[in-house]
């Protein structure tokens, strides 16, 4: 069975500076993909960033990137340079490859980012 | 084609009743997800379709959950004889077959009381 565990409940980040969200996962499938979704307030799932399992580089949009060690099985994000804006739930979650399509995610980090 | 759209934002009722969420999807998506997200937990797997075929139904989809894709665009979840434990946001979901990202709409929040 595959499982995602977010071991952080909240984290705190000064503006401006660099925060890393953990991830670790568990699944016995070959392929997969890694996922990471912000959630403000009003409830909508924005996605950030992918990560394939067979990747070798690691993934990055904009001030979002993933930290992927396939070896240690985490995938934590790296957000630099933190807005204001930033402040919201972070989820990863991951999906089997080719099988189902269905995401299987963690129980969420809530970022507050201050001034 | 502003994204995928979940009517209503908000519903509450009384236990017993029979509630009905409606999702569109982004026009040229041919899957689509429900997911039902309780307080303080990630999303959780209810159901997918691809276009008007239901692929996969999550052992949370009780007797009392229906989900419908009839023409393989918009969906309905209805969930009959309400119970507290009901009470979650529903988010809906779309992509392109072979596309990596799940587009989400804003969620439906229920309120049984």
């Known amino acids: 069975a595959q499982k995602i565990t977010q071991t952080q409940p909240g984290m705190f980040v000064q503006e401006k500076e660099a925060v890393t969200l953990d991830c670790t996962y568990d699944t016995s499938d070959q392929s997969y993909g890694l996922f990471w979704y912000k959630q403000p307030s009003s409830g909508e799932m924005i996605f950030l960033i992918y990560?394939?399992?067979?990747?070798?580089q690691n993934a990055t949009e904009g001030r979002y990137s993933l930290n992927f060690q396939k070896a240690r099985k985490s995938a934590n994000l790296v957000i630099s340079a933190s807005q204001l804006g930033d402040s919201a739930m972070y989820f990863c979650?991951?999906?089997?490859?080719?099988?189902?399509?269905?995401?299987?995610f963690g129980t969420g980090t809530r970022l507050q980012v201050f001034p | 084609d502003t994204g995928v759209s979940q009517d209503p934002r908000h519903k509450i009722t009384k236990r017993g009743q029979n509630v009905t969420f409606r999702c569109d999807p982004i026009s040229e998506h041919n899957r689509l997800y429900w997911y039902r997200q309780t307080l303080g937990q990630g999303p959780e797997f209810l159901t997918y379709f691809q276009n008007e075929a239901q692929l996969e139904k999550s052992r949370l989809l009780s007797d009392r959950f229906s989900a419908e894709r009839p023409k393989g665009s918009f969906s309905t979840l209805e969930i009959q004889r309400t119970e507290q434990g009901d009470s979650a946001m529903y988010l809906c979901a779309s992509s392109f077959q072979g596309d990596t990202e799940a587009f989400f709409g804003q969620g439906t929040r229920l309120t049984v009381v």
């Open positions: 979650a991951m999906r089997a490859l080719g099988n189902t399509d269905k995401l299987i």
């Open positions: 990560q394939g399992s067979y990747d070798e």
